[in-house]
Nanobody, 117 residues
Framework: VELVESGGALVQPGGSLRLSCAAFGFSLSIYPIGWFRQAPGKEREGVSCLSSKNNSTVYANSVKGRFTTSRDNARNTVYLQMNNLKPEDTAVYYC???????????WGQGTQVTVSS
């Protein structure tokens, strides 16, 4: 069972990307999904938390109004739509079946997002 992140790329400031978090071997629909990111030299930080109960999402202040999560149960995938990207969004992005990173020990490879002109 694993989660696989994809969709990262090099994008100019102000651009958009959609990251995917696909599950293999289990159903994502029953789990809360946390998106996290880690920039070089910095600790991993939470980006968003998508509830398993009502699909509501809590966002970090730094991304509020720019990032949106969604869940596609048919594709067993959760998405992170990122708009108006800023250089400070540059990081490796990870997803997890929890919003509490200290509970999780199955981190994947992540996907690199680089925002630069």
């Amino acid at each position: 069972v694993e989660l696989v992140e994809s969709g990262g790329a090099l994008v100019q400031p102000g651009g958009s990307l959609r990251l995917s978090c696909a599950a293999f071997g289990f159903s994502l629909s029953i789990y809360p999904i946390g998106w996290f990111r880690q920039a070089p030299g910095k600790e991993r930080e939470g980006v968003s938390c998508l509830s398993s109960k009502n699909n509501s999402t809590v966002y970090a202040n730094s991304v509020k109004g720019r990032f949106t999560t969604s869940r596609d149960n048919a594709r067993n995938t959760v998405y992170l739509q990122m708009n108006n990207l800023k250089p400070e969004d540059t990081a490796v992005y990870y997803c997890a079946t929890t919003c509490n990173p200290w509970e999780y020990d199955s981190w994947g490879q992540g996907t690199q997002v680089t925002v630069s002109s």
